[in-house]
């Protein structure tokens, strides 16, 4: 289990340094594929959640539950916009767009801990259950390019050199396989601690989908992310349905 944990950390890790080094390297990505691709995830985190995450969490601890999906969803927030104070997915996708450094490595500093918990988020779901482990490697791995694309973008914007561009995305992508290995300090407890961690990833997880990707499907003045949204709710049915057939 614990090397499969690893592989699928490995795989988001290696698909956000490819959204990275792909805009890197063409130097321009559309608008409007970006916010396709974020609104799909979107859909696919926010019926996790409201599916599976929720009530698995409810089910595990009872009451209990909601004080760590809260906590979850609160040092998520606190790290992305209290202590970092700037972080936006999709923004800066065109070389003539300028950020600050300060703005910059602020923005990269919010995606260093989101990324994190994303890696976390796969290994505890895993432990808790390899199905929903998987699901929720899914529903990370759909945002994984575009947040690739969003720290190449901004470091970019900012007229960092691509050296050090580099460097930042190779980071992020170490931060998620941090993340996946600090959830193995879990594995030698009870089930009743791994089901904690659960409630306090799902809650990390609620915060992805409704704070940082809804909002930027929001403010596009495209109609069509908004509708994908839908398309990732479907996904997400589709996905978890061949997953059962196939896991159980």
Do not use: C
């Amino acid at each position: 289990m614990t090397f499969k944990i690893i592989l699928f950390g490995l795989i988001v890790a290696v698909a956000e340094v490819l959204g990275g080094v792909i805009l890197v390297y063409r130097r321009q990505w559309t608008q409007r594929t970006q916010e396709i691709l974020l609104a799909l995830g979107a859909g696919f985190i926010l019926a996790l959640v409201f599916i599976n995450l929720i009530p698995a969490s409810f089910q595990t601890l009872g009451e209990s539950a909601a004080l760590y999906m809260l906590l979850g969803f609160s040092v998520l927030h606190f790290f992305e916009h209290t202590i970092v104070g700037h972080l936006h997915f999709g923004e800066e996708t065109h070389s003539h767009v300028m950020v600050s450094r300060v703005a910059s490595l602020s923005a990269v500093g919010g995606l260093f801990i989101h990324a994190f918990f994303d890696g976390f988020s796969i290994s505890i779901g895993m432990q808790f259950d390899f199905l929903l482990g998987l699901l929720i490697f899914f529903a990370v791995l759909l945002h994984k390019i575009p947040e690739g694309l969003t720290i190449a973008s901004i470091m970019m914007s900012a007229n960092y050199p691509r050296r050090k561009v580099l460097f930042a995305i190779f980071g992020i992508g170490l931060a998620t396989l941090v993340g996946v290995a600090s959830a193995f300090l879990f594995s030698a407890t009870d089930a009743k601690v791994i089901g904690m961690a659960f409630a306090f990833s799902a809650g990390t997880i609620i915060y992805v989908g409704a704070s940082d990707l809804i909002p930027e499907i929001n403010k596009s003045k495209d109609r069509i992310p908004p509708l994908v949204v839908f398309v990732g709710m479907m996904l997400y049915y589709v996905s978890e349905r061949l997953l059962e057939g196939l896991l159980r």
